[in-house]
């Protein structure tokens, strides 16, 4: 199996593990763990996870113009990213973050246009139009009276702040995976993560009564530490380093699928006509923003 087989099934692998991720977290927020305790120990065992495996790749030394760099990646990919997902899972729906978050690739496109003076094509910019409106119409009109949800509209919102802090991080780590190996970078942005954020997360970790903990609950923690965490990033990290950034974000088609099914068949979350809406919307513009003009070669 090839390097660029690999890289797909790891992409596959992410993206299957976060649209499952939505209602397994949702599970356990907040009766057993709030949304900030969750993101300690999502970053604890991540980096005590990353700097173990490190031992077993190369030993790099980081070049001092790239620590700016790293601790930007950090902060956008471990810390403002994680927070707003965790807290905005807490407060809305399940279905709504697998729709919502999908729209990183749009939000790719504005940055890069905003940052990096990008053109934005009239294919691109139809769908960064489309999608755009289909998150509005989420936020806007996508509240619904539930107990497991207490502000939807803001909840809705810091998906969005979740999707941009996370496309930032993939335009900003890719130069350093040029350079890097995988694990040498893992090891240290985590580290930071959990450095800048223990102000916000360490008082809801320990309210966290580990004793009254089902197994269930117990189970949901491994699975967000281990697979949401420390695998997703793992597996998309190495998938980059083979694909390209556009090629990665193709696959999250599939995560609001899993994440809406897996909602549903767990009876955790419903679909609606405005959710319905939303997501077609969504889609058709992650899709178009996503697809090369036709003539445009691609290396992968």
């Known amino acids: 199996m090839n390097k660029r087989t690999l890289a797909i099934l790891a992409a596959l692998g992410a993206t299957t593990i976060y649209g499952l991720n939505h209602t ?19 970053l604890l065992g991540a980096t005590l996870l990353f700097w173990g495996i490190s031992f077993f790749g190369p030993k790099e030394k980081l070049e001092r113009l790239d620590w700016g760099r790293l601790l930007v990646c950090a902060f956008f990919g471990m810390g403002i990213n994680m927070l707003s ?5 807490d407060l809305s729906t399940p279905i ?20 990096i003076k990008e053109n934005i094509s009239l294919q691109r910019g139809i769908g960064v139009f489309m999608g755009l409106i289909g998150a509005l119409t989420l936020i806007l009109f996508g509240a619904e009276i539930r107990q497991d949800a207490s502000n939807i509209p803001l ?112 009876v955790k979350d419903h679909l609606t006509l405005i959710k319905f809406t939303a997501i077609i919307l969504v889609l058709i513009g992650v899709y178009l923003v996503s697809k090369l003009p036709r003539g445009k070669p691609s290396r992968h």
């Open 155 to 266: 909840g809705n919102l810091l998906f969005i702040v979740n999707a941009t802090s996370y496309g930032l991080y993939l335009i900003l780590v890719k130069k350093l995976l040029e350079k890097y190996h995988p694990f040498t970078l893992m090891k240290w942005m985590f580290l930071i993560g959990l450095i800048i954020t223990l102000p916000i997360t360490y008082s809801q970790f320990t309210e966290i009564q580990w004793g009254q903990l089902p197994v269930e609950a117990l189970g949901a923690i491994a699975f967000v530490i281990i697979g949401t965490t420390f695998l997703t990033y793992l597996f998309n990290v190495f998938a980059l380093t083979q694909l390209k950034a556009s090629t990665v974000g193709v696959f999250m088609y599939l995560q609001p699928l899993i994440g809406i099914i897996f909602a549903i068949i767990t």
């Open 85 to 89: 997902f965790f807290k905005g899972l």
């Open 96 to 115: 709504n973050s697998a729709v919502l978050i999908t729209i990183t690739p749009i939000l790719v496109v504005i940055l890069s246009a905003l940052f």
């Open 24 to 42: 397994i977290a949702k599970g356990v927020m907040p009766t057993y763990v709030k949304p900030f305790g969750f993101i300690f120990l999502r």
